[in-house]
């Protein structure tokens, strides 16, 4: 018998938390071991079950892309140091806890300036 990882809430039952982050003004955005262990940081303060990190530097000093697979999901991120800017995607179901991860961004990339959107993903209304 499969798991359901749906998470319900009042009269709402839904896939899971997706978060939309930008970061404005980061540091550390050419540093592919920083983002790495920043992947790591993020998957144990969600409290979330990692299945594979990957990342790629594109060339030296340059943008780095990430992806942390999870078994709820995933966090990706997309880096562009020479505007100081980054995308991150996290989308986690079950018990995990998205929202844990944003003081872990704010501190390793030094930025204050951090925009969250936060959506639920296959929201539908329980039958009563």
Not at 38 to 49: H, K, R, S, W, Y
Request: hydrophobic residues 45%.
């Amino acid at each position: 018998m499969s798991q359901n990882f749906f998470i319900v809430e009042d009269n709402f039952e839904y896939a899971g938390d997706h978060l939309i982050i930008d970061i404005f003004n980061g540091k550390n955005l050419d540093n592919e071991i920083h983002i790495h262990s920043t992947l790591l940081q993020c998957v144990e303060a969600a409290g979330a079950t990692l299945l594979h990190i990957d990342t790629h530097q594109f060339e030296l000093n340059g943008g780095v892309s990430g992806v942390a697979v999870l078994a709820e999901s995933h966090i990706s991120i997309h880096t562009w140091p020479e505007k100081n800017y980054a995308a991150m995607d996290i989308f986690m179901c079950g018990n995990s806890k998205p929202q844990l991860t944003i003081p872990v961004i704010k501190a390793a990339f030094k930025s204050w300036d951090v925009k969250v959107t936060q959506l639920c993903r296959g929201k539908i209304m329980i039958d009563s």
